[in-house]
């Protein structure tokens, strides 16, 4: 099996750039990431103090577990430590602002979020072209990546806050050309919430792009933040637009197929869309992303441990959402939406949530729908590969894991 050196090589300028830390006794003696240190430079530099605790509790406890799961488990090389460095001081800064708008103008905490679409299933099954699609509909609203990075405007106006967002998603790409044919970073298209939810120390996203075995995830926390921000958007929406109706949300992650319970105390009405598509190549698929991604911040190589992140858990979390549905412990608010049919038909596929959840499926977003992909044809950014052997894995022991789930939701093989 390759190791993650040869399947993502790195540019030389990032190869040497880690190389520094041998010269001065290890990375993390190039950058700090000491949390006092940077909260009194977040201060500093926006003159501002109060970090929002009453939008979501004790955030410095959350930002001091984080760091001490970083520096213990983590292994961050020098480019791994800058990009932490500055995702948490952004992410201060974010807190800071948001915390004065609300002060300014707490009306926007009335904010109702009613009926969202909230799309879920495992990883790498179609959640974000799904979020993208149905994003277009002009009666959506979807938390934009740059709105989501930058939720007010003290750094400058929207066309300088998504030049602000695009150097930091362009970052990963001049550290891992690889990662463009595996997932698009753009910052005029939705962010999934666990992006959404970074700045509150205590979502999924910290845990994903790092080591964290001990991480003190708090995601109820993760989630009232992110609600803030979507009444923000929602307010500014409706001062816009003051004679157009509500738009309903659609919001997008993977990691709350274990966490329904907690969505739907937050959501009551929401619309859950359950994401299916064959194991067989979403396991292999989620292992390569996520080894990417890991491997972006630290030159660790650790695909076996990876290996039982992506194995048969995923299976396990939809079969258990498929028997509380069966036994009535979760809400009738599931529409279940297989891959296959996403990529035969979208239009036809988008059509039936519609009916399902109650919404207008109007011929302009229909358009909307053929005109974004037309814009973006598959294998656009070069051919994500993966195979189930090239990770170590096997393919008849994979089907036999997933036997249960495939009967279960009449999920269609593609291999």
Known sequence: MKTLAERFPRPDLVKRINLMADTVGGAAELISLDPTEMIEASSRITGLSDFGESIDGDWRGRLEGLVASLEAEADLNVMGRLQVRQEILRCLQSRLFLKKKITEQPEILNEEILEPLIITGTGRSGTTITLELLGQDADSLAPIAWKAFHPTNDLGDDEALLQLTECEQDLWLDVCPQMAAIHELRSDIPDECIGVQKPSFGGMLWWVLHDVQTFPMDPEAAMKYQKVIMQVMQYEYRQKHPQRKVPHWVLKTPTYLPMLDL?????????????????????????????????????????????????????????????????????????????????????????????????????????????????????KHGKHSYQPEDWGMDTETLKQQAKDYLDSYQVKIES
């Open 263 to 379: 969505v739907f105390s937050i959501y009551p009405d929401a619309w859950i869309i359950l994401n299916h598509r064959d194991p067989l190549k979403t396991v292999p698929s989620g292992m390569s992303t996520l080894a990417a991604t890991r491997y972006m911040r630290s030159d660790r190589e650790n695909s076996e441990q990876l290996l039982d992140l992506a194995g048969n858990a995923r299976n396990d979390m939809m079969m258990d959402v498929y028997r509380r549905r069966q036994a009535g412990e979760l809400p009738e608010r599931f529409i279940d939406l297989h891959f296959s049919d996403l990529m035969n038909d979208p239009v036809k596929a988008l059509a039936a949530v519609y009916q399902q959840s109650g919404k207008i499926f109007s011929e302009q977003y229909q358009q909307a729908i053929h005109d974004y992909l037309a814009q973006k044809p598959k294998g």
